[in-house]
């Protein structure tokens, strides 16, 4: 397996995407949205940062992060780790390796996606790319139906438009 070098800068903006082994459909189940929610506010306790935009999909989440430090990837370990830990996960996939090993499943693939972001423009579109993304993927025909992302608080909050609860793809 590659081993990759992550390098960050002290601070800035981030454009995050976490994904579920193998891609399992499971973060929706309440069990894990509790855990995960519990994980996010454990997380920011020990390592401070600010979430401008989320989402949650069955198999995977984006979120849009301001960090004060460099400290990005202790922060999605003790996430996934604190996730899995607080739902005490058992996936269908590894139960038999799980068996053997005496060991929960696997709910996180090892890696992660980032990518800082640089101007006002990137945070935008990235911003309209969480959004809609439960349209894309053929979950909601609108934006404003799914419940599982920051959108609405946005569109109370003023920072996006009420127009875009309408946003289709169909």
């Given at each position: ?14 454009f ?43 198999d ?17 370990s ?11 996960f ?35 579109i ?11 993927h053929?979950?909601?025909?609108c ?9 609405h ?18």
């Amino acid at each position: 397996m590659p081993n990759f070098c992550r390098y960050f800068d002290s601070g800035g903006y981030f454009f995050l995407t976490v994904v579920t082994y193998q891609r399992q459909p499971v973060l929706l189940d309440p069990k894990i949205r509790s855990a995960l929610k519990i994980a996010l506010k454990a997380t920011n306790q020990k390592y401070p940062f600010k979430i401008h935009a989320w989402v949650l999909l069955p198999d995977h989440f984006h979120a849009i992060v301001e960090l004060p430090d460099a400290l990005l990837p202790q922060r999605v370990s003790m996430i996934k780790r604190l996730t899995t830990q607080g739902s005490k996960f058992q996936s269908a996939i590894t139960l038999t390796d799980n068996e053997r090993f005496q060991r929960r499943g696997k709910l996180w693939q090892p890696r992660y996606w980032e990518h800082r972001l640089t101007s006002e423009r990137r945070y935008r579109i990235l911003l309209m790319y969480c959004y809609t993304n439960p349209v894309k993927h053929r979950l909601v025909e609108c934006v404003g139906d799914w419940p599982y992302s920051t959108f609405h608080r946005d569109v109370e909050r003023g920072v996006i438009p009420p127009e875009w609860r309408a946003i289709s793809f169909y």
